[in-house]
């Protein structure tokens, strides 16, 4: 999925630091592992990288995502869906055309941004028949990529 953290610096400033902080993280973790693509205006990165403690493996994947904001905001632009991070302290989740407005507080949570998994008490027949249906794309939008593991154990998962 393709992340753009939208907030100003004025709204990140109003942030409490360790929400901020840990948003980061898990961003930049998201897109090292390549869960999602996270696009960050270089303004933006800038004061990030001025204001937030990032470890220098962070702070230069941050310069790295920073130095293709060109290309990668052509994407965000160009995108069926993308996730639009707010500064909102609602929490509350919400969708305006190809948007999903997603609070950075809930960015903050540990494992918000991981991969889904869909765990099946057997994966030969219960995670057979879920597989076919998602090989299928009958209820994912086109714009997701499913990948899969199946396991020959009894009561073991299938991720997907």
């Not at 991969?115 to 027949?125: F, K, P, Q, T």
Request: net charge negative.
């Amino acid at each position: 999925m393709i992340l753009y953290l939208g907030p100003t610096i004025n709204e990140l400033q109003q942030v409490p630091a360790d929400v901020l902080e840990n948003a980061v993280h898990e961003l930049l973790r998201s897109h090292r592992l390549g869960h999602h693509l996270v696009v960050v205006d270089r303004k933006v990165a800038s004061w990030i990288l001025k204001n937030v403690t990032l470890s220098d493996p962070e702070a230069a994947s941050l310069t790295r995502i920073a130095s293709e904001y060109t290309q990668t905001a052509d994407l965000v632009r160009r995108a069926s869906v993308f996730v639009s991070i707010t500064c909102d302290s609602v929490g509350r989740h919400s969708r305006r055309h190809n948007a999903v407005f997603v609070p950075l507080a809930e960015v903050a949570r540990p494992y918000f941004l991981d991969r889904a998994v869909l765990a099946v008490e057997d994966s030969v027949s219960d995670g057979g028949i879920y597989a076919l249906i998602f090989e299928t794309r009958a209820f994912t939008p086109a714009c997701l990529r499913l990948t899969g593991s199946y396991s020959t154990a009894e009561g073991t998962d299938l991720e997907l």
